[in-house]
């Protein structure tokens, strides 16, 4: 659970581990902080942004991103393979019947590299516990009220894969361009917790 | 080996409560629910957690209903959960 981080005990024996790791060569000083620096540098929710704005008016590219994400990605110069290993990523389509949103029950996992860095409540214990139980409820708190008959879908990222949702394209906006409609995309939009 | 599961297979996820790490979560327990895909193939993260390497599995999304559940609610929660938490429901 992601409040383990702060407990002294783990934090001091990551430090010895690295600190090993550089004595015997196997990484260089500091290399640690760097690639999570240049992981970090590289997420932004203008990626995802980027990735549903291609969806939005090729529907090919959509199939595509909703059968088999990773393989889509490079389409729009993108990958989940910046971390340490390549991460499998579902993308989950909202339409006027079913409503997405996302959320880690058992720590904070997240889609850093389409998303950037995740808000605080998203690993809050409040988000985590509440979402899975009552969404229509934690959505009205979020300003989001979908009507009755729109079912919604919850998505647990408790293993391995990561998640990112496809919004569904705002009224009106036929005469914009990708860019001009990747604009329109926000971060909560792309969890679940927000409509465009 | 072939996969035990296929989508739109019934299961039940495992009423366990392991004394060390697991990422199946509390509320999923012994919960009856739908695969909807399989999720590629990993090591077990209970092994991992224990310092032992883990013979790679599938990992299935599976789809539950919220009042499978919780006894309440209207919506679905889709959960990853590994192919050993698992039992196949005839």
């Known amino acids: ?196 | 080996m072939a996969d035990r599961f296929v989508p739109g297979d019934r299961v039940r996820t495992r009423s366990v409560d392991p004394a060390g790490h697991t990422r199946l979560p509390r509320y999923a327990r012994g919960a009856l629910g739908t695969v909807v895909e399989r999720a590629g193939v990993h090591p077990l993260a209970d092994d991992r957690a224990r310092g032992l390497p883990g013979a790679a599995e599938p990992v299935w999304h599976v789809r539950f209903e919220a009042t499978e559940l919780f006894g309440t609610g209207d919506h679905a929660v889709t959960v990853e959960v590994w192919d050993s938490y698992l039992e196949a429901v005839s």
């Open chain 1, 1 to 196: 659970m992601s409040s383990d981080h702060g407990s002294s005990a783990i934090s001091e024996r990551v430090r010895r581990v690295e600190a090993l790791l550089e004595q015997r060569g196997v990484i260089a000083a500091g290399e640690v902080d760097r690639r999570i620096e240049e992981f970090l540098a590289g997420g932004s929710p203008a990626n995802g942004a980027r990735i549903v704005a291609r969806a939005w008016v090729d529907d090919g590219f959509r199939d595509r991103l909703l059968a088999d994400a990773n393989a889509a990605l490079p389409e729009v110069g993108l990958s989940m393979a910046g971390g340490i290993q390549e991460q499998r990523l579902k993308v989950v389509a909202n339409s006027a019947t079913e409503h997405h949103v996302l959320v880690c029950t058992l720590c904070s996992c997240y889609p850093i590299a389409l998303l950037g860095p995740s808000p605080s409540w998203y690993k809050s214990e409040a988000y985590r516990s509440r979402v899975v139980r009552d969404p229509r409820g934690v959505l009205a708190e979020f300003g989001t009220t979908l009507p009755d008959d729109v079912r919604i879908s919850v998505w647990d990222a408790s293993a391995e894969s990561r998640y990112m949702v496809l919004p569904v394209r705002p009224a009106g906006t036929g005469s914009l361009s990708e860019t001009e409609l990747a604009a329109l995309v926000t971060r909560n939009g792309l969890i679940g917790t927000a409509l465009l």
